[in-house]
């Protein structure tokens, strides 16, 4: 999902790469995108769990026309109004598109077939206390809901917080050709939802599309 005013970062580097456009965006955007992509595939979604429920929505589009990509990459606005730092996330996240890095990263999955994510690592975050085993985060409980509802076996729990980044197409077609992704858009919530107070399914998604990767004995770099 993205802001219609929010987008032009995100088209500018997208136009230097040879990178594929499938977009969830709001109605008022989709004239500008088909001029400048005009073999975009584009959908509408309502606003149920964020940046997360449109991705979801995506995926089910990729798998549907059969995409044959050999990487995704996540990306969405990131406008974060609850944070004064949003704009500062958003140009770190928005590095993994950065036309001077995609060569390294492209060479980088090239190289090493254990690399399975790659994003930003200043986001690349862990929230798992080893010596508790416990997750510091208010999204704890829905967390282990959810590894267990979809049979995940985690040896690494990091994450890329802000969920842009780049994954293996492979990884993306295992788990969902078991577990629908508009299935699993269904959990989330409808709205703004935060969990600075109590989890959510939307947040705990945050974690759990980079820990599927780890389930299939992948690992997460950073650049």
Known sequence: MMYADAFTAIFISISKTSIKFLAGIWVKSVRAIKKDFPQAFIIATPNKGKDIGGKLALIN????TNQDA??????????????????QWRTTLLGVIN??????IIKEFTNNNKIGIIGAKDFIKNEFDSKKQVWETTNSE???????????????????AGTMFWVRSSVIRTFFSKFP????????????PTDQYEGTYTHSWER????????QHYRIKGI
């Not at 589009?61 to 549907?64: D, I, Q, S, T, V």
């Not at 990459?73 to 944070?83: C, E, Q, R, T, Y």
């Open 208 to 215: 759990i599309i980079c820990w599927i990767a780890n389930d």
């Open 181 to 192: 992704p508009l299935d699993c858009r269904g959990l989330l919530e409808e709205g703004d």
């Open 142 to 160: 829905k967390l282990e809901e959810l590894a267990t509802l979809y049979h995940l076996t985690v040896t690494d729990h990091t994450f890329v």
């Open 99 to 104: 036309p001077q890095n995609i060569s390294s």
């Open 70 to 87: 050999a990487y995704i990459v996540f990306l969405h606005d990131k406008i974060s109004p609850h944070s004064i730092t949003g704009d």
């Open 61 to 64: 589009l990729f798998l549907e």
